[in-house]
């Protein structure tokens, strides 16, 4: 609704995840821009860390499973898609 009042020239909207309503506001241009996880990174990262925690060699306290800033201008990019569907 803030979004939609619009009562500030300057206000810049950032969603998080994209799902179709997201997507949809990014194509319209009611969101700046979309950062989006990396559903595979995610589960090679927890993969390799079980496997780790099996085998007793110790894990990162962070993990960095990745992430992409989606805008509407490099939505249709493959490399974008390919986290995006």
């Known amino acids: 609704e803030g979004i939609e009042r619009g009562e500030r020239e300057d206000l ?3 969603g998080y995840d994209a799902d179709e309503e997201q997507l949809q506001m990014l194509k319209d241009g009611t ?29 990162e306290a962070v993990v960095d499973t990745g992430y992409t800033w989606v805008t509407k201008k490099n939505m249709k990019d493959e490399a974008v898609k390919k986290v995006l569907y």
């Open 31 to 59: 969101v700046d821009g979309l950062l989006v996880q990396n559903p595979f990174g995610m589960g090679y990262a927890s993969v390799v860390a079980s496997a780790r925690a099996a085998l007793n060699l110790g894990n």
């Open 12 to 14: 810049k909207v950032v």
